[in-house]
């Protein structure tokens, strides 16, 4: 799926993202994009929301073709892999403290030969399509 996000990020271009905090309904995706936001912020540190709803804000995101991105509330792999299957196309991980604790969280979030993280299927981050297979 494409991210505009990272793509104007390494492109060192300045990108706007829209913070949802208390918005639960995947309007809020289509009219960040109305406005111009290359991407949202979904903040499940700060605030009570539940990943199915990060996640149907995430699948909002991509259709509105806007980058989703999600901060979690710790350095749990499991969570940021969920977050992952889930739409979202970036993380935010909070009080990483040492190049030790950055390492094990991208190891957490990246496929085999890389990472660590496993394969649940075809799901919004891929568009539905299958993931091509390691050789």
């Not at 494409?2 to 104007?8: E, F, T």
């Not at 700060?46 to 509105?64: D, F, K, Y």
Request: charged share 15%; net charge neutral; glycine share 8%.
């Amino acid at each position: 799926m494409q991210n505009s996000l990272k793509r104007k990020l390494a492109d060192d271009a300045l990108a706007f993202c829209l913070g949802v905090n208390q918005a639960r309904t995947p309007n809020i995706a289509m009219i960040a994009a109305a406005a111009g936001f290359d991407a949202i912020y979904v903040d499940l540190e700060h605030n009570p929301t539940s990943l199915e709803t990060a996640s149907m804000l995430c699948v909002a995101a991509i259709g509105a073709a806007i980058t989703p991105v999600v901060r979690i509330d710790s350095q749990d792999g499991h969570l940021a892999a969920r977050v992952l299957d889930g739409g979202a196309q970036g993380l935010m991980v909070p009080h990483i403290n040492s190049a030790a604790e950055a390492e094990a969280i991208v190891t957490a979030c990246r496929f085999p030969p890389i990472g660590h993280r496993s394969v649940g299927g075809a799901g919004p981050a891929l568009g539905y399509r299958p993931m091509p297979k390691a050789r």
